[in-house]
């Protein structure tokens, strides 16, 4: 039987371009070595425990759980998919080898098998809010059988049936806070996303006011490049003074659009620009060059996973959310 997984290409996505050049998908965690040298899933337990020390042993199961599974059930002609997060696409492969020990390409994700990769992607935005809850799960590599018929639906562009959702991973099977918070962010992420661009900048204005800075919002209409002007003073003498351009929409931003910003008055001002969309790498360029900060929708998760609790009400209110304490 053909099996499905998601396998993340790194922390932040960053491998897509490696993979698609080399054809691979890849696992990290090289500290635990080959694992085909290991006799018994129990002794690769074992090590990974002796090996991450500083680790809780939940998290030292997890790892290692991933990578033995990664080398024992992913086999020849199984489907693979990842998410890119800064085009918010999925893309989809067809397993041309079985999982391999190798260092040559990125010794850091030395756990490779190779793909066969599609050129067609599938955005985020088509899939069900189920799909997106369930492939929003944080774990590197893990079975998505349930959901192929929406996916080749969706890669076919023809309808899915209703699904049946069931528990495939055995370490979903025990409560994962880890689990548990991205599925959340994953929930806000489409929270924000719903958003008008009016409304976001409101957002990004009340995430400043949190930190502690005085906003100016730019009215509708033509903004000279500055959507957002945060300052420390009532005034708006003291620095840091930043100016902020705040693209929501699909589309990538550009180097030409973070130029933009680094020439609009006031000169000297810091720069923030968001584009929920992501960042084309000739913008990414731009903003090194000219120390630009950039943010993107994960990382507008994560500032109001950390300050929405002193944001405004009415910036709250944007975006409602719920604290709720989980055991750990």
Known sequence: ?????????????????????????????????????????????????????????????????????????????????????????????????????????????????????????IPRDLFSQRAKYSLGSTLTVFRIDDWQEEILALFHQTPAAPVNVTVQDEEAAEFNTEEFEGRAKSLIEDRVDKLDPWEMQELVAGLLQAMGYQTKVSPKGPDGGVDVLAHRDAFGFEKPIIKVQVKHRRATSGGPEVQQLVGASPHGASCLFVSTGGFTAAARTAAQHNGVKLLDLAGIVELINEWYDKMPAEKQALIPLKRIYVPM
């Open 1 to 121: 039987m053909t099996k499905w997984w998601m396998v993340r290409a790194g922390d932040n996505n960053e491998l897509i371009p490696e993979w698609q050049a080399n054809k691979i998908a890849s696992i990290g965690w090289p500290q635990l070595g080959d694992p085909r040298k290991f006799a018994s899933r129990e002794k690769f337990v074992e090590h990974a425990h002796s090996v991450y020390v500083d680790q809780k042993p939940g998290t030292r199961l997890s790892w290692a759980g991933q990578v033995w599974r990664y080398y024992n059930e992913v086999a020849l002609n199984d489907r693979v998919i990842t998410y890119s997060r800064e085009t918010r696409e999925y893309l989809l492969g067809t397993v041309t080898k079985a999982p391999e020990y190798r260092t040559d390409i990125n010794a850091l994700y030395p756990n490779v098998i190779s793909v066969a990769w599609e050129s067609k992607r």
